[in-house]
């Protein structure tokens, strides 16, 4: 692969890691699970993590399960929708973060799980 997730000159290869949160193991893993089976994304990690953010005024602490889909940039806006449709969060976290460089097969494998 030699495009970056722009089209670019770098070797991330268009793809991207998209990020979501849950409040819940069992909703984070079905999600997870349908995302894979929708193609919409190669493969899914699912973990905790401890998250502190500001929300009605106050700063909450707490625990979360964080999801971390390996995508193509270009599936970004159906798995977005696909997230959001899904969601509890009245705001659920749905970022995308490009891959800068990765091994070719990897990047290959990705693009090759996801559908077009």
């Known amino acids: 692969m030699t495009s970056d997730p722009d089209g670019g000159g770098g070797s991330g290869g268009g793809v991207v890691v998209v990020t979501t949160t849950y409040d819940d193991e069992a909703k984070a893993r079905a999600l997870a699970g349908a995302v894979v089976r929708e193609r919409l994304a190669a493969c899914a990690q699912v973990?905790?993590?401890?998250?502190?953010?500001?929300?009605?005024?106050?700063?909450?602490?707490?625990?979360?399960?964080?999801?971390?889909?390996?995508?193509?940039?270009?599936?970004?806006?159906?798995?977005?929708?696909?997230?959001?449709?899904?969601?509890?969060?009245?705001?659920?976290?749905v970022v995308a973060v490009p891959v800068a460089a990765g091994s070719a097969d990897y990047l290959a494998w990705v693009v090759g799980e996801t559908t077009g």
């Open 47 to 93: 973990y905790p993590v401890r998250s502190v953010f500001r929300w009605d005024g106050e700063v909450r602490d707490c625990a979360e399960w964080r999801v971390d889909f390996k995508t193509r940039a270009e599936l970004f806006e159906r798995l977005a929708a696909f997230i959001g449709g899904r969601h509890g969060y009245d705001v659920p976290e």
